[in-house]
Nanobody, 116 residues
Framework: QVQLVESGGGLVQPGGSLRLSCAAS????????MGWYRQAPGNKRELVAKIDSTGRTNYADSVKGRFTISRDNAKNTVNLQMNSLKPEDTAVYYC??????????WGQGTQVTVSS
């Protein structure tokens, strides 16, 4: 069994910063892509950023230049540093990982609210 556990969400004012973390645990041999998705009320879940095992990254246009994704392959963790947050970044953020033999796994989600 494999689990993803997220932390770091919360309430922040516009222009502020938050750091999300996600740790994968269980019977893990390797992890391919790791990433962060978000879903706002009434919207579909969308990709925010992802990173492969070599460190190659991909970002949604809406977060380029503001968010930075990183991972630690030895610890099976992925982080999302979010700067210059905007109210439209408000959503539930989900960690995702694709593991050979297990497929795509999701965390439980963490709420990020950007409001004054």
């Amino acid at each position: 069994q494999v689990q993803l556990v997220e932390s770091g969400g919360g309430l922040v004012q516009p222009g502020g910063s938050l750091r999300l973390s996600c740790a994968a645990s269980g019977s893990i041999f390797s992890i391919n892509d790791m990433g962060w998705y978000r879903q706002a009320p009434g919207n579909k879940r969308e990709l925010v950023a992802k990173i492969d095992s070599t460190g190659r990254t991909n970002y949604a246009d809406s977060v380029k230049g503001r968010f930075t994704i990183s991972r630690d392959n030895a610890k099976n963790t992925v982080n999302l540093q979010m700067n210059s947050l905007k109210p439209e970044d408000t959503a539930v953020y989900y960690c995702n990982a694709f593991l050979p033999g297990w497929g795509s796994k999701w965390g439980q989600g963490t709420q990020v609210t950007v409001s004054s």
